[in-house]
């Protein structure tokens, strides 16, 4: 199972991005996409997260702004990016907890990173 991340870019504050990950493999169900961020010199943080019941949880920093979900039949979820700020400018990663189609015990998944900068 493989998780690519994409749609990263530059942006002027104030503008939008949307995130995306797609999940690649054997998958059965994918039970919990989140997002977290590391901006240069800091500690990776969390963003936001999903479950497959419909459960959400944001960042105090970007509720309000970011939305997240998961389009299930695609096996890729998003991360929809409003009004961005500096402060947002990172290499955002996604993560998943997935359950395979050779096994019921669901194993977490990480991709790689796609860089988010944001200009004043």
């Known amino acids: 199972v493989q998780l690519q991340a994409s749609g990263g870019g530059s942006v002027q504050a104030g503008g939008s991005l949307r995130l995306s990950c797609a999940a690649s493999g054997n998958i059965a169900t994918i039970n919990s996409m989140g997002w977290y961020r590391q901006a240069p010199g800091r500690q990776r943080e969390f963003v936001a997260h999903v479950t497959n019941v419909g459960s959400l949880n944001y960042a105090a920093s970007v509720k309000g702004r970011f939305t997240i979900s998961v389009d299930n039949a695609a096996n890729t979820g998003y991360l929809q990016m409003n009004s961005l700020k500096p402060e947002d400018t990172a290499v955002y990663f996604c993560?998943?907890?997935?359950?395979?189609?050779?096994?019921?015990?669901?194993?977490?998944?990480w991709g790689r990173g796609t860089l988010v900068t944001v200009s004043s």
């Open positions: 993560t998943a907890w997935v359950t395979t189609t050779t096994s019921q015990a669901a194993r977490e998944v």
